[in-house]
């Protein structure tokens, strides 16, 4: 018999408890005065007192992190871990204005990826967007056009991507 979480118990050593997690070979007990126990499911020194049975339609942790991560990904602003290539590591981008009376500008290379890492993040998910909305198809496709000529004309930053599969794709890189 599989106890479901809520199931209160007397247990020999510990006394009353409720399952608060049902782990693949143990139970998660809170026990009224002995604090969170990690319990066999196979120990027989329980007493069960109300018994709330398990669902079999639960969620696993692994469908439960795959859903969460799918739901992160799609809205908010996180993004996938994306490697610089190794010869940019360490280096600077630096502008130098045609006035020579203003200041050249500096800035870390990686910090000038990130952020063109963070453009292509968002363009994904306003494709993503156009693509599950419920505009006219003719509308969907010449807004697709547009953003595929948008990732054409980031395909010069691609120099600075570690792996071929993360860099801009344009209207060419297309089957």
């Known amino acids: 018999m599989e106890l479901g979480i809520g199931t209160r118990l007397n247990h020999k050593e510990y006394g009353f408890g409720v399952v608060i997690q049902v782990k693949a070979n143990t139970y998660l007990i809170t026990f009224q005065e002995h604090g969170t126990r990690e319990i066999t499911k196979n120990y027989d020194g329980l007493e069960i007192i109300d018994l709330m049975e398990q669902p079999d339609d639960l969620m696993s942790y692994e469908m439960m992190e795959l859903s969460l991560i799918k ?34 500008y500096e800035m870390p290379i990686t910090t000038f990826f990130k952020k063109i890492v963070m453009v292509r993040d968002r363009i994904r998910v306003l494709e993503q967007k156009v693509n599950s909305s419920n505009i006219e198809d003719d509308e969907k496709i010449a807004i697709q056009q547009y953003i595929t000529r948008t990732y054409g004309s980031l395909t010069s930053f691609n120099i600075l ?14 089957l």
């Open 71 to 104: 739901i992160l990904r799609e809205f908010s602003d996180l993004q996938e871990l994306v490697p610089i290539a190794d010869k940019w590591r360490g280096g600077k981008l630096v502008l130098h204005p045609g006035n020579v009376e203003l200041k050249t």
């Open 161 to 174: 991507f570690k792996n071929k599969s993360d860099q801009f794709v344009g209207e060419s890189g297309k």
